[in-house]
Structure formats: C-alpha cells, structure tokens
T-cell receptor, first 116, second 115 residues
C-alpha cells in the first residue's frame, strides 16, 4: 500500500521564480495538508485541502497557494520565491474524521527546496 | 509565540536505559497530542498519541504521559535502543468547530542512544 508520495524530492530555484510541488495522498485518504519545515525548526502548517477547497490556512502569505484535484492529489505553488522559502516542504494526508483524537496523519518524505 | 515547546534540543542516553523527552504547551484548547519521530531524508513518522481525556497511553516501549494542569507531556522510551536515535517532535491539535485541526509542532529533540 503506497504511502504519501511527493515530487520532486529536491529542487533548486532562483529568487523571484515560481515553484510547484506535488503530493499524492495515501490510498483512502481524502484530506491533504502542507507543512514547511525550516532548518532546526518543527514543521509549520501552511494549509489544508478537502473536497478541492482550502479548509484551513496557517500564517503564510498569499504567495503560497494550493490546489486539490478530484483524485485527492494536491499541488503547492509558491510565487516570487524568497531566500527564506528554502525549506523542506511536507505533505500529510488523512481522512476527514470528526472524532477527536483520530487524525491519522501520514507524512510524505518531503521536497527539499533551495532558493538561490 | 510558540504554542508547543520542546526546550531540550538534544538528549543522549545509554542503550537499555530510559529516555524521557519533554514537551510543554500553552493553548488550553489543544485536545490531542502526538509524538513523531523523524530520520534524516524521511518525513515524520507517527509514534504515539494521547487524547486530553487521558493521562497516560502506552504502546510497547513507548509511553506518553499528559499533565493537563501543568500543560506538560512527556514521552518515555524503555528500554532505549540505538535504532531510536532520531529527532522527536511533539505536536498538538484542537478539534476546532468540529473539523479536523492542523498540527502545531515543537522544534524537536534530537535523541542519541549510545551502544
């Protein structure tokens, strides 16, 4: 059973450029969340998608946008890249479950983005 | 302002002994807490969780303790093994308005278990 798949694994971009990162959720999962992990920090929540809509958003600027497709896969887009956007970008999939304590997050291995 | 704090960036223990990793939180709305383990070049892997209605949850060598009054949780690993060497993240979440909440992570504690 494939887990969460992210592509590409590594990426180098120039400041000012735009980037698209991709995520395929674990089979059976319908919700995708994106996190940014800077060096020496814990993952920080960017946003979450369910039923092709953004449900929640963390404290990230509008340069960060996303999309979810009917097959539940998702993309994270970052425009006008800054040096500070260099980080590991993690995708986590889960299922919508309204019982507290049953989140079932599964993380992918991440995409390492370097902005030069 | 960090809502989830792991004040020890690193911890070194001897194989076979107990490892205790600590985590403090500030938001009383959090109702679910998780521990993740992360190896280099891999995503975080779920280890163990605890609901705010409990004060202890055990899974094999791993036990998580929750002290709600102190807003503190800890992860105990007994006995520690060299393969446990990794970065451990504490995370918290709240069931906001009936929908699945996002996770708030601490900065992590790097555990080294020496043979």
């Amino acid at each position: 059973d494939a887990g969460v798949t992210q592509s590409p694994t590594h990426l180098i971009k120039t400041r000012g450029q735009q980037v698209t990162l991709r995520c395929s959720p674990k089979s059976g999962h319908d919700t995708v969340s994106w996190y940014q992990q800077a060096l020496g920090q814990g993952p920080q929540f960017i946003f979450q998608y369910y039923e092709e809509e953004e449900r929640q958003r963390g404290n990230f600027p509008d340069r960060f946008s996303g999309h979810q497709f009917p097959n539940y896969s998702s993309e994270l887009n970052v425009n006008a890249l800054l040096l500070g956007d260099s980080a590991l970008y993690l995708c986590a999939s889960s299922w919508v479950d309204r019982l507290p304590g049953n989140y079932g997050y599964t993380f992918g291995s991440g995409t390492r983005l370097t902005v030069v | 302002d960090q809502q989830v704090k792991q004040n020890s960036p690193s911890l070194s223990v001897q194989e076979g002994r107990i490892s205790i990793l600590n985590c403090d939180y500030t938001n009383s709305m959090f109702d679910y807490f998780l521990w993740y383990k992360k190896y280099p070049a891999e995503g975080p892997t779920f280890l163990i969780s605890i609901s705010s209605i409990k004060d202890k949850n055990e899974d094999g060598r791993f036990t998580v303790f929750l002290n709600k009054s102190a807003k503190h949780l800890s992860l105990h690993i007994v006995p520690s093994q060299p393969g446990d060497s990794a970065v451990y993240f504490c995370a918290a979440s709240g069931n906001y308005g009936g929908s699945q909440g996002n996770l708030i992570f601490g900065k992590g504690t790097k555990l080294s278990v020496k043979p």
